[in-house]
């Protein structure tokens, strides 16, 4: 069974930093495309940075020159490091990967259970 694990949530103060983790295990074959995602309370789920297997990046605009993401191929790890945290930053980040399992016809669509972010004074 193929799943992706988050980590690193958690409550921190305006300005403050923070990196989330996620870990893709199981019986993997190849995973493409990784990233993560935010929903707020009453919004919709949106786009925050993704990464593809080469290390190309793009940023949604409202996080871009203070979130970086990188991933770590050995590991089947995807990082998002979060500097200059807003209190508009506060959501459930999700990892999302695109992976075909070993026996698989993939790639398919994977979703973490998300890690909640609170950026409160």
């Known amino acids: 069974q193929v799943q992706l694990v988050e980590s690193g949530g958690g409550l921190v103060q305006p300005g403050g930093s923070l990196r989330l983790s996620c870990a893709a295990s199981?019986?993997?074959?190849?995973?493409?495309?990784m990233g993560w995602y935010r929903q707020a309370p009453g919004k919709q789920r949106e786009l925050v940075a993704r990464i593809t297997g080469g290390g190309s990046t793009n940023y949604a605009d409202s996080v871009q020159g203070r979130f970086t993401i990188s991933r770590d191929n050995a590991k089947n790890i995807v990082y998002l490091q979060m500097n200059s945290l807003k209190p508009e930053d506060t959501a459930v980040y999700y990892c999302?990967?695109?992976?075909?399992?070993?026996?698989?016809?993939?790639?398919?669509?994977?979703w973490g259970q998300g890690t909640q972010v609170t950026v409160s004074s």
């Open positions: 999302n990967a695109q992976m075909t399992a070993v026996h698989g016809r993939g790639p398919d669509d994977y």
């Open positions: 199981g019986s993997i074959f190849s995973i493409y495309g």
